[in-house]
T-cell receptor, first 112, second 115 residues
């Protein structure tokens, strides 16, 4: 049972443009959501998160939007830079379980 | 910020041998650590949750006798892959709860290859 889904395996964007990474979830009981960036052969690094009671959180070039009615969240990166090229994982957590549930990841390629 | 050190980064072992992977929290105490496994082009799958001083909690389908987890101190958790076989070859990543509001810090991962 895949509770967190990232349906786009890859995304290619031109440098300077906006990258939009999408994530859907099925469990309405998640307390917050996180985005991680991962390079090959490295562990994920935390990017940004959002509580389930919010609908937007912004940190520099990164903004996460949460649409609870649609059980959908998205990560916007603007402007995109070549160094943003990596795999992006969406994750969700229920505080009482203290367990991260990851999506399958989306490979982002930013072309210069 | 919080740092989790994971060693080794790469290990190649012969089939039938055991391999130990260490995960250390360097500047904080981690009462809870998590072990993940990632197959190529797939997501990170949680294998087990380890709590300092108690037995690990394994996810469904994970063999506890094959993947031994020890969390003997507040800064160290180890994963031992016993009697490794080629199908155990994978990327293993640990993570620690670092006490922040959204605090899960990940190690850099271990690429295990069993030949």
């Amino acid at each position: 049972d895949q509770q967190v889904k990232q349906n786009s395996p890859s995304l290619s964007v031109q440098e300077g443009r906006i990258s939009i990474l999408n994530c859907d979830y099925t469990n309405s009981m998640f307390d917050y959501f996180l985005w991680y960036k991962k390079y090959p052969a490295e562990g994920p690094t935390f990017l940004i998160s959002i509580s389930s009671i919010k609908d937007k959180n912004e940190d520099g070039r990164f903004t996460v939007f949460l649409n609870k009615s649609a059980k959908h969240l998205s990560l916007h990166i603007v402007p995109s830079q070549p160094g943003d090229s990596a795999v992006y994982f969406c994750a969700a957590v229920k505080l009482v379980r203290d367990k991260l549930v990851f999506g399958a990841g989306t490979i982002l390629r930013v072309k210069s | 910020g919080a740092v989790v050190s994971q060693h080794p980064s790469r290990v190649i072992c012969k089939s039938g041998t055991s391999v130990k992977i260490e995960c250390r929290s360097l500047d904080f105490q981690a009462t809870t650590m998590f072990w993940y496994r990632q197959f190529p082009k797939q997501s990170l799958m949680l294998m087990a949750t380890s709590n300092e001083g108690s037995k690990a909690t394994y996810e469904q389908g994970v063999e506890k006798d094959k993947f031994l987890i020890n969390h003997a101190s507040l800064t160290l958790s180890t994963l031992t892959v016993t009697s490794a076989h080629p199908e155990d070859s994978s990327f293993y990543i640990c993570s620690a709860r670092d006490g922040g509001p959204y605090g899960y810090t990940f190690g850099s991962g271990t690429r295990l290859t069993v030949v």
